[in-house]
């Protein structure tokens, strides 16, 4: 496939998007015909609820990606700065379908819900214009791209982690169970930006040379975000949610026993804790 035509990205952007949203409702109709938990959630956390979901599947696509980046011998991983292949491409593009959505998604909750998270919105704004960089200046390799992607491995345990909070699973050896490695996941995340850092490090002169400024600028402020802040703050939060099952989405509020679906307090959505 010719993915240095602009028609056939704007196709695989869209259908990205389109994909994702379709998961989203999927999501929405499937639990609500099926999980009376889902159908005592306020809407809020519903929203919260289908946005997890959707991020889990996204999860294990990036993992995919990711892995296969890391590991398999190809353009991508041979050459760091500049190889590209058409499965890199196809990920880089659905990848930034996905976060079109995700950006969409959290400015509707901020207006529908009259809350904003300036944190959360930073951090999308540097998801999606870093992966849009990486479509416009279509001469940088996809190594960077895809092995960034393998941070949201720890998507699919943190939906299985809330989803069982707000179902009364709290105190169940296996929410326990999923918490140590969603806990470890955020670890793998800490050791992945270092490896980050230190391929960025080893190529600098690569990088400087075909990788345009402002998509540096994009690309190494939010691999500091990420390593600095988020990351730590992220695996912290995790691992007392642990010790002390508490909803920190949602006002902190201690997880209901098995069997209980009363309201939750409605704080602000905060659609991503990754």
């Known amino acids: 496939m010719d993915y240095f035509s602009w028609g056939l990205r704007l196709q695989v952007i869209s259908l990205g998007f389109a994909f994702y949203v379709g998961i989203f409702l999927l999501s929405h109709l499937l639990s609500a015909a099926l999980s009376q938990t889902y ?3 306020l809407a809020k956390e519903k929203v919260f609820w289908n946005l997890a979901a959707t991020r889990a599947v996204f999860g294990i696509q990036s993992t995919v990606a990711g892995l296969r980046a890391l590991t398999e011998d190809s353009s991508v991983s041979r050459d760091r700065v500049r190889g590209q292949e058409d499965w890199s491409w196809f990920n880089l ?67 299985i982690s ?8 709290a105190r169940s050896l296996f929410w326990r169970a999923n918490q140590w490695v969603m806990i470890h996941m955020f670890h793998c995340r800490m050791v992945l930006t270092y490896y980050l850092w230190w391929v960025t490090w080893s190529h600098w002169e690569e990088i400087n040379i075909h990788m345009a400024l402002p998509l540096r600028l994009i690309f190494f402020t939010g691999l500091a975000l990420i390593s600095v802040l988020l990351n730590p703050i992220w695996t912290h939060k995790k691992t007392m949610q642990l010790l002390n099952p508490v909803d920190w989405n949602f006002g902190n509020k201690s997880a ?18 990754s």
């Open 39 to 41: 159908r005592s959630l």
């Open 162 to 169: 809330w989803m069982l909070l707000k179902a009364g699973w």
């Open 256 to 273: 209901p026993l098995s069997g209980s679906t009363g309201h939750q307090s409605e704080g602000s959505v905060k659609p991503h804790t």
């Open 93 to 159: 593009l659905t990848a930034t379908g996905f976060f079109i959505f995700e950006n969409v998604a959290l400015h509707a909750s901020s207006v529908v819900f009259r809350s904003f998270d300036l944190p959360l919105a930073t951090h999308h704004f540097f998801a999606l214009s870093g992966f849009a960089g990486a479509v416009v200046w279509d001469s940088l390799g996809h190594f960077l791209p895809m092995a960034t992607l393998l941070l949201e491995m720890s998507t699919p345990f943190t939906c």
